[in-house]
């Protein structure tokens, strides 16, 4: 049944990386519960527009949980209370009238803050610059069937290749770690046979570039496993762990 | 002008080895001399970037997102179409050919079409060699399934996120392009405006959307694969940031403009909810293999869908066309479903909504096997809107989803605009009236993948390098140009949000140039859109300044374009004087109330010219010749 709510938003509000940040109450009213969260911070922007504010700065694209572009903490949590589910999946159903609701950026040593929600996440790209893919050029790749992949490992791969990169893995990390992304690409291309030659060179490459990019390291917390909107589980962290392992051994 | 598309001569299978020989090369040593822009990182862009840089071109891309990966293509769920053959089935690179070019209703060009079957096969074979996850089979090798009606079964999928699996394969292949210095990347930048300079693509003015800052960059071609313009209509399936402004900026530089009349309404979405709503979700076609569609046979009947006896309940497509039933194509299940809601006989508490219902299904297969074939596409359905489809039908309504239209290109991929190449869903060139299932990831690859590498080279084979530079008078005219027009915008103190302005189009062109137009109603909008226009002008609220972050004022650009666009839609939608495919006037219409084409007088693509602001466009006509298919009706009752 469609109600409408109002509710005490409480969002981060920061102009730049360079300048302080605080916590920003605004009231919103008459939020249809049928309206996605995000769709909800668009009405407070709308009227805060129309009052001459400034509306509140968040990353967003394809509203339908496959881009990776949103994300934000809402009450704690990364993407919010639903498991599995994007910030732009979430519909306001699932809060009560009267709610409060704090809302923050990811934080992470690895994400420099834009603006108010919008954080540059890049240095993701970075770690799969470093070595997240199969070398392989345009032109003379062989037939698509000339080599068979057994149906369990290509879903397994898929299972990895899910991961949209929104960086909710690094955010609820209390290390600040980038394992769950990282592995999530190593493990895909690891299990299938076209990504098997430069297996070695590539876990090693990316592992260093995750240092490099300042995130921290595992501590067996499961916390991006519980973050993760597309459930990739931590298996594949292991997976990695045992990749890197083997590129030791010549 | 006469519009000359460049279409080799010889036999249709051999045009295009014929022409990559024809074509000159530029020595690789000489590659890295010339320097290439490519706008957007969808799979067009992503895989051209990626190629040319393979190549040996110095490559610049730019995205608006904050990552390459990030593009809309990622979105796409059912499948990429090869005519591979895998399934034995009597799929050949012709047949493929033959399905596209009568699903677009006949307004595509052979020669293009007839290369993009041929290239679907080096598609899937590059995917797989990048380790591209495709479903297989048991025995390991590839899985195909049915999509759009076809009677072949050529499409691979992974999952129901095709488009997420191969985007990520082209943003791998970019990135190894990056970490190798092939590439710059620039993310978050967005394109404002194309500088020409002697008739030719010198460059562009990018604006930061960090630091607001303008920013030059000259190039010896640019690439442009920025998106379709679907949200013209305000609510579509297209993500929030697909715009038409890169398009309009090469339209108002002398690019022409093709067919953008054509925008194919998708029949199953998720239906809208309220005014605050900001997009609307496509729910895969293939649910209508199971669902049944249905509308109460009363107008204004509230009664909840189980208390209504089968008796009083209308299955119009089974009815309608019972050879067919619910498996009609996208343009006609979507404009059944407007007739029966502007009949008042829509469900749901706004009435723009048909039932898709799975009860029958679920009696005759059981729940299990449904849940099998359509568990995660229910499980989005409930989570969006809280009705459990399995045992509520599901309520869906058409939605804007993809624009056939776009910049006209030759047969190189080439715009009217010297050294300006259009590639994807910004390109007009393969699915005509009508795009098929399953399709668009394929053009977007071969494109990139594979055309645009060698027909670059065959444009700068003759040209100087370093021919633009970044301080000449073309691109401080071009800097001043946006600077002033973000100035006006800025100064803009009125009391309507921009949102509020581009709701208020969308309305406009759903109603009258969507799923079903007539003149009057055409000209009516054109009326409309060019109050609103001066509205926008006048009553525009704006805050912020030019400096930083201020997504108010990006979209307040990409709107102002979607209004100046629609009037080339409306224009063009007026002056084809026929029905095809997604373009269907009703003044043009068959006995059984299908489209009817004059391929007397409208076999061609129409080109709008810019003439100014305020001015109308100007039409420019290139023929269509079909001399290996033979033109026929459409019919599926």
Known sequence: MTQSLGLTLKIWKQRGPDVKGALQTYEVRDISTEASFLEMLDILNERLVLNGEEPVAFDHDCREGICGACGAVVNGKAHGPLKETTLCQLHMRHFKDGDVVVIEPWRSRAFTLIKDLMVDRSALDAIIQAGGYVSVNT??????NAVAVSQELSEKAMDAAEC??????????PNGAAM?????????????????????KRVASMVACMSEQGFGNCGNERECEAACPKGISITHIARMNREFLKSFFK | MALDAKIPGGPLEEKWDRHCFDMKLVNPANKRKYTVIVLGTGLAGASASATLAELGYRVKTFCLQDSPRRAHSIAAQGGINAAKNYQNDGDSVHRLFYDTIKGGDFRAREANVYRLAQLSCNIIDQCVAQGVPFAREYGGLLANRSFG????????????QTGQQLLLGAYGALSRQVAAGGVTLFTRREMAELVVEEGRAAGVIVRNLVTGELERYAADAVVMATGGYGNVFYLSTNAMSCNVSAAMGAYRKGALFANPCFTQIHPT??????????????MSESLRNDGRVWVPKKAGDTRKPSDIPEGERDYYLENKYPAFGNLVPRDVASRNAKEQCDAGKGVGATGYAVYLDFRDAIVRDGRDVIQRKYGNLFAMYQRITDDDPYTLPMR??????YAMGGLWVDYNLMSTVPGLFVLGEANFSDHGANRLGASALMQGLADGYFIIPYTLGGYLADRPYKAHTESSGAFNDAEEAVRQRIEGLLNARGRRTCDDFHRELGRIVWEHCGMAR?????????????????AFRQDLAMVGTAKGVNQTLEKAMRVSDFISFSKVMIADARARQESCGSHYNLAFQTEDHEARRDDADFAHVSAWKYTGEDEAPEREVERLTFEHVKLSQRSYK
Do not use: M
């Not at chain 1, 769950?180 to 299990?191: C, D, E, G, K, N």
């Not at chain 2, 009606?149 to 129901?160: H, I, K």
């Not at chain 2, 998720?270 to 496509?282: A, C, F, R």
């Open chain 2, 518 to 534: 007539s003149n009057v109603g055409l000209d009516k909008a054109l009326s409309r859109v060019e109050a609103l226009q001066e």
């Open chain 1, 139 to 144: 032109g003379g790749a062989p037939d698509a």
């Open chain 1, 164 to 173: 949209i990169g929104c960086g909710a893995c690094v955010a609820a990390c």
């Open chain 1, 180 to 200: 769950l992304f990282t592995s999530a690409r190593v493990s895909h291309l690891a299990q299938l046979p076209q990504g098997k030659p430069e297996a070695k």
């Open chain 2, 269 to 282: 979405c998720i239906p809208v909810h309220g005014e605050w709503q900001s997009k609307l979700t496509l």
């Open chain 2, 149 to 160: 009606g076809a009677q072949v079964s050529r499409t691979f999928y992974a999952r129901g």
């Open chain 2, 396 to 401: 869906i309504y058409p939605a804007s989803h």
